[in-house]
């Protein structure tokens, strides 16, 4: 079975920079798009950043140029560098993975992890 298993949330002051991981177990062939999500208090989910399996990347435009997404395709790994980070930030942070492939249990048309609390503090 695959499972995404995130890392690397926390508590930062107004302006400090956090590192997110994300990385899918199994016996996996290939993905294609993974990403970061947020769910803040009271809002729907959001997309935050997305990567595809060649690279392309697509950013939410409350968070270009202050994050940074990228993948590790041998370690089945996404990424994000959170710099500059603000109050509004604030949210649990989903990892997602488009068709993961995998050598003995098929394929998963989508997955999450459980997700990751970041807070930023004023």
């Known amino acids: 079975q695959v499972q995404l298993v995130e890392s690397g949330g926390g508590l930062v002051q107004a302006g400090g920079s956090l590192r997110l991981s994300c990385a899918a177990s199994?016996?996996?062939?290939?993905?294609?798009?993974m990403g970061w999500y947020r769910q803040a208090p009271g809002k729907q989910r959001e997309l935050v950043a997305t990567?595809?399996?060649?690279?392309?990347?697509k950013y939410a435009d409350s968070v270009k140029c202050r994050f940074t997404i990228s993948r590790d395709n041998a370690k089945n790994t996404v990424y994000l560098q959170m710099d500059s980070l603000k109050p509004e930030d604030t949210a649990v942070y989903y990892c997602?993975?488009?068709?993961?492939?995998?050598?003995?249990?098929?394929?998963?048309?989508?997955?999450w992890g459980q997700g990751t609390q970041v807070t930023v503090s004023s």
């Open positions: 990567v595809g399996s060649g690279g392309i990347t």
């Open positions: 997602s993975a488009d068709w993961v492939r995998t050598i003995f249990t098929g394929s998963y048309p989508s997955l």
């Open positions: 199994g016996t996996i062939v290939s993905i294609d798009a």
